[in-house]
């Protein structure tokens, strides 16, 4: 699947490829540990080891089980990266003789509750690229200053479709009942990868739509789009390069309720300032549709699963956005902070295309 960037910039020719040393991933708690209770909290440093690694090396360590040790979320493999997990405070002894080279143990507290999956506020990066001539980082920091003020599309990452990039299409296979697959674990991340391509598929759909409305005059694309001379008057109208439309389905930003939007005017301004955002379907049931113009667009979409569905923030905005250009290596290195569930790689995709 190709998708669409938003930003209209050439591709910018620099190395990037994750290490230990150019991708650094510093995960942001949910809340702050209460420092008592029965869970022992544990600030982890771990380098090119992927999660299931790192607690599989500090269960066997310890003592337990793999599933007794609480963690918040997957972090990549090829990095640097700072995450917490918890344990049971009786395992206390043994963890304070662990020792491994690929894993430091930089702090510990306690708490009331074990960490669960989606336990954190966000994720910070910090990113390395190379060769980055002197002509590239003007362009660089042009896309940067636009990325503040849009923001990026929060577009599913390479990652989330296995190492051959082809799990999603298993999970085509497998609700079309053309595959069979025992283990429900391996069922369910294949259908979830399906459910992501289609929400990347309509996010890059509706990339295009707004650049086609930005490009031509309304009575030339309204037969085309479907829409209303009106409607794409008011679409072109708006300030952000992602055109909302009626019937979109909203979410306040960064967390809040969902809600259909039927301004234009009024919600497409608040969400160029940040305040609310529109939201992607991840196929399925159980979720809130798109209604009237928005739902032409969101229909073909629209499989069943056999899962629940859900809405996903279509857009983010990153935050704490820094960068720093060294001429004397080449070197380009950004400092960023993105909403849990996205995908530094996808803020490095639109920013060099």
């Known amino acids: 699947m190709i998708k669409q960037h938003y930003l209209s910039h050439s591709q910018i020719d620099v190395y990037f490829k994750q290490s230990k040393d150019d991708f650094v991933v510093t995960e942001v708690p ?29 269960s066997e360590y310890v003592g337990c089980k793999n599933r007794d040790i609480g963690y918040a979320g997957l972090k990549d493999k090829n990095a640097m990266t700072v995450q917490y997990i918890s344990i049971h405070k009786s395992f206390e002894d043994k963890v304070d003789s662990f020792s491994h080279p690929q894993i430091k143990i930089l702090e510990k507290t306690y708490h009331n509750n074990k960490i669960k999956i989606g336990h954190l506020k966000g994720n910070k990066f910090f990113i390395r690229l190379k060769r980055v001539q002197p002509m590239h980082r003007m362009k660089l920091e042009s896309a940067l200053q636009e990325i503040v003020t849009n923001g990026i599309p929060n577009y599913f990452g390479f990652q989330r479709f296995g190492l051959d990039g082809d799990n999603y299409k298993k999970g085509e ?59 794409i008057k008011q679409m072109q109208a708006q300030k952000h390069p992602l055109k909302v439309i ?22 497409s301004e608040k969400f160029f300032m940040h305040d609310r955002v529109p939201t992607g379907l ?29 809405r996903r923030f279509a857009w983010i905005f990153p935050m704490d956005v820094s960068s720093e250009y060294k001429e004397e290596k080449a070197w380009f290195e950004l400092n960023f902070e993105l909403p849990k569930g996205s995908y530094a790689t996808e803020f490095i995709s639109e920013l060099i295309h």
Do not use: C
């Not at 209460?34 to 690694?53: C, Q």
């Not at 991340?189 to 990347?200: E, K, V």
């Not at 009626?246 to 919600?267: A, C, N, Q, W």
């Open 173 to 231: 296979a497998l609700i079309a009942g053309t595959l069979k697959v025992r283990d429900r674990k391996l069922r369910k991340m294949y259908i979830n990868a399906y459910q992501s391509y289609l929400f990347n598929s309509w996010l890059s759909k509706r990339i295009e739509i707004s650049k086609i409305v930005d490009s031509f005059k309304a009575q030339e694309i309204s037969e085309r789009l479907n829409l209303s001379v009106e409607t």
């Open 246 to 267: 009626e019937g979109d389905v909203f979410s306040h930003y960064p967390y809040g309720r969902l809600f259909h939007i039927e301004d234009l005017e009024v919600e």
């Open 30 to 58: 949910l809340y702050e540990f209460s420092g008592e209770g029965e869970h022992l909290i544990l600030k982890i440093r771990k380098k090119d080891l992927a999660t299931w690694d790192a607690l599989q090396i500090i």
């Open 282 to 310: 991840l196929s399925g049931k159980k979720t809130k549709f798109a209604i009237n113009d928005a739902l032409k667009f969101e229909e073909e979409f629209m499989k069943e699963t056999k899962e629940d569905g859900a």
